[in-house]
């Protein structure tokens, strides 16, 4: 074989093995699917409430998640305290995800968010969110309104006062007290011209044993946002009206047929005892 074959021959080998040694190191360098950012990725985590209005009989549900913290890194769910908006410790959570609940609380609007820390120093904080908690409200405290807010007005005949009427051999106690036009006219009993925090409202009604046997006496629920929700009672009769608030201003209409005395009570569902924002 000549020299100059034998260059040729010995220099195929050597070229491809320096090929493939590169190859290998350039693969150790980077591996398959490694992503350039990794370690560099930001500590997060999130939370999310199951139900954002609650009654203040049920302790808050989350479910939480987190990634890229720390080793020895620790959650904490919080809550805002008082006037000064304090934040503290509420539910100490276990593991990087899950599921928790938190102390019940009383009627109103609350911020949460966690903290995630190490060695006592906040590492990063998740973002705030309302929870809802909705309490019972008597509508004496709509009354109230009346008295301290010009887009409240009461129209009842008895000035809304706890006064009681014998239906059907049964004692009513009533608020409020009317004898409306006969349908499809109605008088406004409550006029509500603002926002509310109120979510329901359950009515008890009826007329005095006056009322003819085939009279009917009808409660209508009016709102800028939602159809008119009605409920009606014959003579003799005390019936439930259960209603829904789509959060904006609402009336309260009473109607009869016959002019008959008409009377009213109840309660609202509400984060706030007015039912005002």
């Known amino acids: 074989m000549s020299l100059s074959h034998k260059r040729i021959y010995l220099a195929g080998p050597a070229l491809f093995a320096v090929i493939a040694a590169s190859a290998m190191a350039l693969s150790q360098a980077a591996p398959?699917?490694?992503?350039?950012?990794s370690a560099s990725a930001k500590p997060r985590v999130s939370f999310s409430f199951k139900k954002v209005r609650i009654s203040t009989s049920q302790r808050p549900a989350i479910q939480y998640t987190s990634a890229?913290?720390?080793?020895?890194?620790?959650?904490?769910?919080?809550?805002?305290?008082?006037?000064?908006?304090?934040?503290?410790?509420?539910?100490?959570?276990?593991?990087?995800?899950?599921?928790?609940?938190?102390?019940?609380?009383?009627?109103?609007?609350?911020?949460?968010?966690?903290?995630?820390?190490?060695n006592a120093r906040t590492v990063v904080l998740s973002s705030t969110r309302l929870l809802y908690s909705f309490g019972r409200v008597p509508l004496t405290n709509i009354c109230n309104d009346a008295n301290t807010n010009s887009n409240v007005t009461m129209n009842a005949a008895n000035g809304c006062q706890t006064?009681?009427?014998?239906?059907?051999?049964?004692?009513?106690?009533?608020?409020?007290?009317?004898?409306?036009q006969a349908p499809p006219n109605y008088n406004q009993d409550i006029t509500f011209g603002v926002n509310t925090t109120c979510r329901s409202a359950t009515f008890q009604f009826s007329m005095d044993n006056n009322a003819q046997p085939s009279d009917t006496a009808n409660i209508e629920l009016?709102?800028?946002?939602?159809?008119?929700?009605?409920?009606?009672?014959?003579?003799?009769?005390?019936?439930?009206?259960?209603?829904?608030?789509?959060?904006?201003?609402?009336?309260?209409?009473?109607?009869?047929t016959n002019f008959d005395w008409e009377y009213v009570n109840g309660h609202l569902s509400c984060w706030s005892a007015s039912g005002l924002r």
């Open 32 to 37: 398959a699917g490694a992503s350039p950012m």
């Open 68 to 118: 890229n913290l720390p080793s020895g890194s620790k959650l904490a769910l919080q809550r805002q305290f008082g006037t000064a908006r304090v934040w503290k410790n509420v539910v100490l959570l276990k593991g990087s995800s899950g599921s928790a609940r938190a102390p019940k609380v009383q009627m109103g609007r609350y911020k949460y968010r966690i903290r995630a820390y190490r």
């Open 163 to 180: 006064q009681t009427v014998q239906v059907n051999g049964m004692v009513f106690t009533y608020l409020i007290r009317d004898a409306p």
């Open 222 to 256: 009016v709102q800028s946002r939602s159809d008119p929700q009605t409920k009606s009672v014959g003579s003799g009769q005390i019936a439930y009206a259960f209603f829904h608030f789509d959060g904006g201003p609402w009336d309260l209409d009473l109607s009869d």
